[in-house]
């Protein structure tokens, strides 16, 4: 399970401090009052930023594992939330995605870059488009995209400031802000795929 580790550090900062060393869960999640056996675990390491590893607590008594994920690590996706809200920024501000995506992913094949970014694009709106629900008051007016939520806030970091100030609601925010389920994906209309029949011709009537 992963849970916020609240922190003002840079993931430079993070990684030269090798602050995963010091990170600890004040409280059990499951068992606040203590009494569940918490205890340090095994840290892991995350492919980006390299040299950046996770620490983790164990709860014995519920037999569930915590990841600390630090402020400004995406959840559920790899690199920094600063990564990959400035892929979604750049997509907004591109004539098309296809440009787009040769401009951030020039090392794939255009159709991997596609998926690649839509991915991003769709996890990134997703997360805005609930965060403007729970938060009216901060996010009045705001449109699900990076640069409307960047006006709003007054900052280029508007995923860090989210986790943040949306911190009560992580466990219900989707990836790469929060720690709940990635958005559901829509079902093809069984009738997707079929052509219109036109005009239905008169019945032979030889």
């Known amino acids: 399970m992963q849970v916020r580790l609240e922190t003002g550090l840079t993931s430079e900062e993070y990684v030269w401090q090798k602050a995963w060393r ?5 409280r059990c999640p499951l068992h606040p009052r203590g009494g569940c056996g918490l205890a340090r675990h095994t840290p892991y390491e995350r492919v980006s930023p390299p040299g950046c590893w996770i620490a983790r607590d164990y709860c014995r008594k519920g037999r569930t594992t915590f990841s600390l994920l630090p402020d400004f690590l995406c959840s559920r996706l790899t690199g920094t939330l600063a990564e990959v809200e400035a892929v979604v920024a750049t997509a907004e501000a591109a004539r098309t995605q296809e440009a787009a995506s040769e401009a951030l992913r020039p090392d794939i094949e255009l159709p991997g870059a596609l998926r690649w970014l839509r991915r991003r694009m769709k996890l990134v709106h997703a997360v805005l488009a609930a965060s403007i629900g729970l938060l009216p008051n901060l996010l009045a007016g705001c449109e699900p995209t990076v640069r409307s939520v960047r006006s709003a806030l007054g900052t280029e970091n508007a995923l860090v400031c989210l986790r943040d100030a949306a911190a009560a609601h992580l466990h219900a925010l989707p ?10 994906r829509r079902r093809p209309s069984p009738t997707a795929l079929q052509q219109d029949t036109g005009t239905v011709p008169p019945a032979d009537t030889g």
């Open 22 to 26: 010091f990170a600890r869960l004040e």
């Open 175 to 184: 990836p790469p802000l929060g720690f709940g389920p990635r958005p559901a």
